[in-house]
């Protein structure tokens, strides 16, 4: 790994928090509140993401982000690419036709949704997010993708919580994470 993308992993290592019993007992709360708070932490988080995505995916059209912490990071990344940026909300925050699903979480149940026309059929995504627990979300997020027929080339995030082991659910769709816990 080349020094300037580990100083800036540690970087976004040094501004994560952890809270325990947030929001209920038992769970282990990952903050990224700091990152946003120190200009350089938030600088690194979106260098890096553009960094992979100039490599991996520069075929990209647009950049999808989910409620509400996809929405901090995800319309800094598509502006850099210069890509478009579309919000996946939770239940009956959006205007007009929608499509929806229903997912479980961590520490609960929602359902999420996108505006009908957000994304035409064929066009090539990415989904961002803050955090991966259980998957639930992306997953829900891929499932909305897959009723828009449009083509899912990955998955990103800031924070993977590998012993959950939401990276199998999002399955066959790949997931790139700067932080590991
Ligand atoms: O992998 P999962 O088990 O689905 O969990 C991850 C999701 O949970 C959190 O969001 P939350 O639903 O708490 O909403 P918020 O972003 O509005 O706080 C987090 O920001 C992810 O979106
Ligand atoms: N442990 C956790 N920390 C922060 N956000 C989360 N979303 C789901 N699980 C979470």
Do not use: W
Not at 26 to 32: A, S, Y
Not at 172 to 178: D, Q, T, V, Y
């Amino acid at each position: 790994m080349a020094a300037d993308t580990e100083s800036k992993l540690q970087l976004v290592h040094r501004h994560i928090r952890a809270f325990p019993d947030f929001p209920k007992k038992g769970i282990l709360f990952r903050d990224i509140c700091p990152i946003l708070k120190d200009p350089a932490a938030l600088t690194a988080v979106i260098d890096l993401f553009e960094e992979h995505v100039r490599k991996n995916h520069p075929q990209v059209d647009l950049i999808i982000g989910l409620d509400a912490r996809g929405f901090l990071f995800g319309p800094l990344l598509a502006q850099r690419l210069g890509v478009g940026f579309v919000m996946i909300r939770k239940k009956g925050k959006l205007p007009g036709t929608t499509v929806s699903v229903s997912y479980d979480l961590e520490y609960g149940k929602a359902e999420a949704e996108i505006q009908e026309d957000a994304v035409a059929p064929g066009q090539k995504i990415l989904l961002i997010d803050d955090l991966l627990a259980t998957g639930g979300t992306l997953h829900a997020a891929c499932e909305l993708m897959r009723k828009q027929q449009a083509e899912v080339l990955g998955c990103m995030v800031v924070i993977e919580l590998k012993e959950l082991n939401g990276i199998d659910k999002l399955k066959p769709h790949s997931l790139f994470s700067l932080v590991q816990y």
